[in-house]
């Protein structure tokens, strides 16, 4: 058996566990196993490596949901599907393929709005305006009914762009959405780059890139709210977590500053393996002189904060702000290689600390974690795996304890993406990449973690 068909048929096995109930029972043993330090200290404290959340973060084994099973699911929730690839958007054109990154905001009337990227590459572009004629990635937008739980409306909100994996919502009402490729097919268009998308739009916007935010392989962004300091994690092997520090607050396109992580008294310091969760590492930032290479070089911006001492990690991917820190997941980190969760805590704006929340030592538990979210009720996080076999939403406690929160009940191996929660807390959407489709859930959050 080789260690791919090995890993497959461990998460299989787990899949079936959850369905039948038996999962309760092994989370239970895993926990009793796990370090007693890391439960009794949380986040920040002890080694919190493979330590498991009792009775699955409170919310009991995974069962197929109603209305039609195609989820594992708690008991008590439910789901709704909907934003399939190929069904009819408001404006007369299709859902595109590929969702990827999406996050959730209120509107005016009381609806939800969802804005969804999808991660396509060669066009044509699905929509005018756009950027580049010649592909085909950008953004839908959905208008929710949350009260009735379907969508009302659904039209693109930007295209031309290629491969827009991830992004990240604003304090101001908008979705930055990230190209997570350097090069287009036309040289005169340049790729690799973050644009705006407000919430409220009602169709396509006129795609502006913003090039003082850098351009690089980027993946997620994370807003902090008090500074309007915008994070950026890039999706290689070797990659640099940035920041934006933009000129005026809540406008980055009217310019600011781009910057790469460093740990303090450690230049060049690799966070990839022999890391300790809970340990805090202090750090600074420092300065990228060209963020807007004009170069064929796609680790033009990565050297530039390397050769000044910045930190490396492995395949930075989702990113999200909450309370006071931005989470970060380093998809292929860690000893094992099997994902890394890393918490940034501010401290002003010059430094702060760097700590390793959870780092997964066994694919069964969590493999590969990509797209996050923050409970905004609870401050548990949202992982979407991305690995080898079928993929799970896993949930993480705010002690750093992993449990599992969702399946697909069809052995569809495609990656998961997309989750958030309404602002409220009550309903966690979600997407599956292929073939395209949108979940809403609902249930007794309460009763456990998130």
Known sequence: MTDETRETAAVNRRRFLAGTGTIGAAAALHALMGNTAALAGGPGVGDNRGVVAPDNGGYGPLRPAPPHGELLLPDGFSYVAFGRTGSPLSDGGITPGRHDGMAAFAAADGALRLVRNHEQSRGPAFADPHYDPAVAGGTTTVVFDREAMRPVRSFPSLAGTVRNCAGGPTPWGTWLSCEETFTGLDPDRPHGYVFEVPADADGPVDPVPYRAMGRFTHEAVAVDPDTGIIYQTEDRGSSGLYRFVPDVPGKPAAGGRLQMLAVKGHPGHDTRQGQRAGRPLPVEWVDIPDPDPDSDDSLAVFRQGRQRGGAVFARLEGAWYGDGSIFVNATSG?????????????????????????????????????????????GGLVLCEDGSGPDMLRGLTPRGEIFDLAALNSGNTSELAGATFSPDGQVLFFNVQTPGVTYAVTGPWSRGAL
């Open 334 to 378: 860690g000893d094992a290689g099997l994902g890394q969760v890393w918490r940034y805590r501010p401290t002003g704006e010059a430094g702060g600390q760097l700590i390793l929340v959870h780092e997964s030592t066994d694919p069964d538990l969590l493999q590969s974690p990509d797209n996050l979210c923050v409970s905004p009720t609870s």
